[in-house]
């Protein structure tokens, strides 16, 4: 049988983390075109409002009924204003594990958001739904991404050679694929213990169907 993350909102000091929403159409678009995330991730260049829409309505609820992962939209607790998304994917359930990747939005980075909703992320992975083991993945020249690894108290498990795909936009605008390495990194529940220290006494994490 298929096991399936629930619906949930997990609170920390600054942010909630929750389920997309079609209001998160505009935003997160707006988002998925900034030059750092086409260069690291596998978005589609460009992402129009239509190709955000699908990701919400489509992409993500099929991917947690199929127990394969979540997708929660990171937002600031007083503006609401959304600011990243936190994503889990190839999620092994009889393992206990999952893969976790973050994306902030340009006007947000540098706030340490990105580390505070994978830390936030992780405590209820590893607290509530049991799980012995999270892997992080990072381009080998994608140093944001691996100073929110460290930050967290990920540990670096190696290199694999020439398995990420990047991509570079040329002169006239279109976008080329580089390929590059990957960096694992891999977060246990005892990797926590010093870690978890910046989201004391933040309210940890609720249903989604208790929260509004």
């Not at 159409?25 to 750092?36: G, I, T």
């Not at 590893?126 to 993945?137: A, G, M, P, V």
């Not at 381009?139 to 930050?151: E, F, I, L, Y």
């Not at 190696?158 to 694992?184: E, K, M, S, Y």
Request: aromatic share 8%; net charge negative; hydrophobic share 40%.
């Amino acid at each position: 049988m298929t096991s399936t993350f629930p619906n949930i909102s997990i609170s920390t000091e600054r942010l909630v983390l929750r389920p997309l929403d079609e209001d998160d159409v505009p935003a997160l678009a707006e988002m998925m075109n900034d030059e750092q995330v086409g260069a690291w991730t596998d978005v589609p260049q460009p992402c129009t409002e239509d190709g955000a829409r699908a990701w919400i309505t489509e992409y993500a609820p099929t991917e947690r009924a199929a127990g394969r992962g979540l997708d929660l939209a990171v937002t600031e607790f007083l503006t609401q204003r959304l600011v990243g998304v936190v994503q889990l994917a190839k999620t092994n359930w009889h393992v206990r594990s999952t893969e976790l990747s973050y994306i902030v939005a340009p006007w947000a980075r540098g706030e340490g958001y990105a580390s505070e909703a994978a830390l936030a992320t992780a405590q209820w992975l590893f607290s509530d739904q049991k799980f012995e083991r999270i892997e992080l993945r990072t381009a080998a020249d994608n140093t944001a991404s691996q100073q929110v690894a460290q930050k967290i108290g990920c540990i670096s498990e190696g290199v694999l050679r020439n398995a990420c795909i990047a991509h570079v936009r040329g002169d006239d605008g279109t976008w080329a694929d580089v390929r590059t390495d990957f960096i694992v990194w891999s977060l246990l529940p005892e990797d926590l213990d010093g870690a978890g220290e910046q989201l004391a006494d933040t309210g940890g994490f609720t249903s989604f169907d208790q929260w509004n």
